[in-house]
C-alpha cells in the first residue's frame, strides 16, 4: 500500500491561509488523494478528495503536483474551528482499506 | 438525520472481562468498519464488512470479534485475549462499491479504559 508522508505539527494565525504538504512519493495510477481531518476526540471527517487536477470545495482547496508525488492542502481562512489533525491517505480504487498515518496536528493561535 | 451512532462514549470495564461495543448505521451503507486510535497515533483497521454476514480481518484483529447480522449494526467484541485494550473506538461505514473509492463515514468513538 502506498503510504503518505506528513509533518507531525504545523501552527497557523487565525484568518490566515494554512497550506497542509503531504508526500506521496509511492502513489500510483489509480490512488485517489484524500484528506480527512479528526477534530478532538471526535472520528475524522471527509475534507476533499482529488485524482489529477486541483479541486476546491467550500472547506478547501487540494492542490496535486504535476507528477502526483506530493500534494497540499489549502486551507483559505483559517479558524480556531480548523484546529484539528489533518490525514492525507491514498485511496486504491477498488479497495476497502484506509491507511491513516499519523497526520499533521494543526493549531490555530488567536 | 442519517448517521453513525456508537454508544457509550465512555466504558470502562475490569481487566479480563469482554465488553461489547455498539455501532448502528441509518445511511443504508452496505460496508462498515472498525478503528483502533491509541494517544497521538493514527487508526488503525481491526475488522470491516462489505455486506451483511461477512467480515474480514484488518490489521490488527488479535483479541477482537465482531458480527453482522444486519445491514444497520456491526458491533465489537473486545475480548479478555486483547492485551491492551484501552484506546478509543472508532466505526465507520460507506457505500459498498469502492469504485472510483468509497468514501467512509466516522461515527463519534467509544472511549474504552480497562482498570
Known amino acids: 500500500d502506498a503510504k503518505t508522508t506528513q509533518p507531525n505539527s504545523m501552527e497557523s494565525n487565525e484568518e490566515e491561509p494554512v497550506h497542509l504538504p503531504c508526500n506521496h512519493s509511492t502513489i500510483s495510477g489509480t490512488d485517489y488523494i484524500h484528506w480527512y481531518r479528526q477534530l478532538p476526540s471526535q472520528g475524522p471527517e471527509y475534507v476533499i478528495h482529488?485524482?489529477?487536477s486541483n479541486v476546491n470545495n467550500r472547506m478547501a482547496s487540494l492542490a496535486i503536483a504535476e507528477d502526483r508525488k506530493s500534494s497540499t492542502l489549502i486551507l483559505h481562512r483559517a479558524t480556531l474551528r480548523d484546529a484539528a489533525v489533518y490525514y492525507c491517505?491514498?485511496?486504491?480504487?477498488?479497495?476497502?482499506?484506509?491507511?491513516f498515518g499519523t497526520g499533521t496536528r494543526l493549531k490555530v493561535l488567536a | 438525520d442519517g448517521g453513525i451512532t456508537q454508544s457509550p462514549k465512555y466504558l470502562f470495564r475490569k481487566e479480563g472481562q469482554n465488553v461489547t461495543l455498539s455501532c448502528e448505521q441509518n445511511l443504508n451503507h452496505d460496508a462498515m468498519y472498525w478503528y483502533r486510535q491509541d494517544p497521538g497515533q493514527g487508526l488503525r483497521l481491526i475488522y470491516y464488512s462489505q455486506i451483511v454476514n461477512d467480515f474480514q480481518k484488518g490489521d490488527i484483529a488479535e483479541g477482537y470479534s465482531v458480527s453482522r447480522e444486519k445491514k444497520e449494526s456491526f458491533p465489537l467484541t473486545v475480548t479478555s485475549a486483547q492485551k491492551n485494550p484501552t484506546a478509543f473506538y472508532l466505526c465507520?461505514?460507506?457505500?459498498?462499491?469502492?469504485?472510483?473509492?468509497?468514501?467512509?463515514?466516522f461515527g463519534p468513538g467509544t472511549r474504552l479504559t480497562v482498570l
Open positions: 482529488g485524482l489529477t
Open positions: 465507520a461505514s460507506s457505500t459498498g462499491t469502492p469504485y472510483p473509492y468509497n468514501e467512509q463515514f
Open positions: 491517505i491514498l485511496i486504491t480504487s477498488g479497495t476497502y482499506k484506509y491507511i
